[in-house]
């Protein structure tokens, strides 16, 4: 009779066990719910596939378009121009990229290399927008002109300083940001960088940062400025 009385105690205490050990389990489960559903701890959402890419240059040699853009890549002997990977060939791998848009926002752009692959991603369907500094516009080898006569959207300041960001972003996805101008002199023979990334950390605020400018720029509100004509916010518009 003992040894039965014993035997029921102990199940009864294995009993009790398991379920406080249940009970606790099922607070805890509760009260985060709890938490996340009222906003005192957020549940931590990771980007998947996340990349930082990083560029240098000068470039030794303008790649060679023949060899990368046709399909019977170069048939020049003795072509002076790259057949390698270059700083360059990789940039505009990334622009390539673009399906939907194409916001630039950089101080000066003369590279044809550059532009060409802009207006080709306008004439491919892709949506392109510029902003780029006022004195810059109409210097030589600027492709602000190229890109008006193609279609594409160019916004600029209207101020003695200097719009000297030299960032674009890809399908709102990509961010291509650094101490790089868009000159030939930038490819060959400066020291220059730049950071590619996809981080939306980092992307957004660059987001950010270009629908401002874009508003701010917008020439209607040059109307309110002295010294414009009419003709001055055609070709800003244009």
Same mark, same amino acid.
């Given at each position: ?23 606790? +389990?099922?607070?805890?489960?509760? *009260? ?6 009222? =906003? ?5 959402? $990771?980007? *998947? ?13 303008? #790649? ?8 019977? =890549?170069?048939?020049? &002997?003795?072509?002076?121009? #790259?057949?390698?990977?270059? &700083?360059?060939?990789?940039?505009? &791998? ?29 004439? /491919? =369907?892709?949506?392109? /927008? ?20 193609? =279609? ?5 300041? /209207?101020?003695? +300083? ?5 960032? #674009? ?14 000159? /030939? ?49 055609? $070709?800003?518009? &244009?």
């Amino acid at each position: 009779m003992a040894s039965w009385s014993l035997g029921k105690l102990v199940i009864l205490t294995i009993v009790g066990s398991v379920t406080l050990e249940l009970l606790y +389990y099922t607070w805890n489960y509760f *009260k985060r719910n709890h938490r996340h559903k009222h =906003g005192k701890t957020k549940p931590k959402q $990771q980007q *998947k596939n996340i990349f930082h890419n990083v560029l240098f240059f000068p470039d030794q040699h303008i #790649a060679c378009k023949e060899h990368f853009n046709s399909s019977d =890549g170069c048939l020049r &002997s003795g072509c002076k121009y #790259a057949h390698s990977e270059t &700083s360059l060939t990789h940039m505009l &791998s990334y622009l390539r990229s673009a399906r939907k848009t194409l916001d630039l926002c950089v101080f000066v752009i003369t590279c044809h290399e550059l532009s060409d692959t802009v207006i080709a991603l306008h004439e /491919r =369907g892709v949506t392109v /927008r510029v902003i780029t500094d006022d004195e810059q516009v109409d210097i030589t080898g600027s492709k602000i002109g190229a890109f008006r006569a193609a =279609g594409i959207q160019v916004r600029q300041d /209207r101020s003695s +300083y200097l719009m000297h960001h030299k960032f #674009a972003l890809i399908d709102e996805d990509v961010l291509i940001n650094g101490s790089f101008n868009w000159t /030939r002199q930038a490819v060959t023979g400066n020291n220059e960088n730049l950071l590619i990334t996809n981080s939306r950390d980092i992307v957004q605020p660059y987001i950010e940062e270009f629908e401002r400018l874009w508003e701010q720029f917008d020439p209607r509100n040059y109307k309110c400025l002295p010294h414009t004509n009419s003709d001055q916010i055609h $070709q800003a518009i &244009s």
